[in-house]
């Protein structure tokens, strides 16, 4: 679809999320979209991070963005398939559980710690969908296309 066409029916799924005060299901937004018109619309409706995906990206700043996060709040990736592969497995489960499982400690003390997160959305944004890893990309409720 046209670009024009999937900032319009996003703006039609977050006003009917936020008619029914419920969290924007998970979208993955693929091709070259320019969000430049779509961020003051997310703005004006909810508060939103802003991250873009980086191989670098360590998992414990993630987790702080994460932790901060309050119920129908939009976590916005762009550039999603740069992030590591742990990272989009974290993720995956996450985006069906809103359970983060962090570990604390140093070996052989480790101990996992699950945190209950506020339901939210990730939106997320990619040029190229296909390097996703296939659990990550099936975690989506909705892909929206973007053409050129």
Known sequence: MKEE???H?????MENASRRK?????ILLCGKMSLRSVLPKIEAAHYFHRIVGMPDLRFVDLAAIL???RERDILLIEQLHRLPTSHSKDLSRLMA???LHIEVGKEPNIKM???????????????LP???PAQMRG????EIYVED
């Open 67 to 69: 932790t901060h996060l």
């Open 22 to 26: 419920e969290p924007l299901e998970h």
């Open 5 to 7: 066409e999937a900032r």
């Open 97 to 99: 559980t809103f359970i």
């Open 9 to 13: 029916m996003l703006a039609e799924l």
């Open 113 to 127: 710690v699950d945190l209950r997160l506020p339901p939210f959305t990730l939106l997320a944004v990619t040029p």
């Open 130 to 132: 296909g390097q996703l």
């Open 139 to 142: 975690s989506f409720k909705r």
